[in-house]
């Protein structure tokens, strides 16, 4: 019995759709890494050996915190900030005391939203997400440059 998946999702031609958070979401997992802004999905490049490093050196620390608080902290997981967006942050954290719902996605607003910029996505990372998550109320965005 094989292991391979029966499907293989590789260019299922979701980029330029549109579609709502729900729609989006309700597609599952795909080969290919999307977000959705404004109800557009939008394509997502893999993250570079750069990209990677400085995530991991920010999640080490995190979680050195985590070990002595209730802290909850994602990386790179699916957050619906409302009906026609779900974007995908590098890092995102609940203070102590807060824990969001277990599910395939997040749904409640975390605290802190970490976003490594990559020459592909920073101005839109700065910008439009930058405005995208204050609207939905997240307390503390990291832009690493």
């Known amino acids: 019995m094989?292991?391979?998946p029966?499907?293989?999702p590789f260019n299922s031609g979701l980029a330029g759709l549109h579609?709502?958070?729900d729609q989006f979401l309700a597609i599952g997992e795909t080969l290919e890494r999307y977000e959705v802004a404004r109800g557009v999905v939008m394509?997502?490049?893999?993250?570079?050996?750069?990209?990677?490093?400085?995530?991991?050196?920010?999640?080490?620390?995190?979680?050195?915190y985590r070990r002595t608080s209730t802290a909850v902290i994602f990386h790179e997981i699916?957050?619906?900030?409302d009906d026609q967006t779900v974007y995908s942050p590098?890092?995102?954290?609940?203070?102590?005391?807060r824990s969001p719902t277990l599910?395939?996605?997040l749904r409640e607003i975390p605290d802190l939203v970490i976003e490594i910029l990559s020459p592909g996505n920073k101005a839109f990372d700065f910008t439009e997400k930058k405005d995208d998550y204050e609207r939905a109320g997240v307390a503390e965005y990291w832009a690493i440059d």
Do not use: K, N
């Open 6 to 8: 029966q499907v293989f």
């Open 43 to 64: 394509p997502m490049s893999r993250p570079t050996m750069r990209h990677q490093a400085l995530s991991l050196q920010l999640l080490e620390q995190l979680l050195e």
């Open 2 to 4: 094989s292991a391979l």
């Open 78 to 81: 699916d957050w619906r900030l």
């Open 90 to 97: 590098d890092i995102i954290c609940f203070r102590p005391g």
């Open 103 to 105: 599910g395939t996605y």
């Open 19 to 21: 579609l709502s958070a």
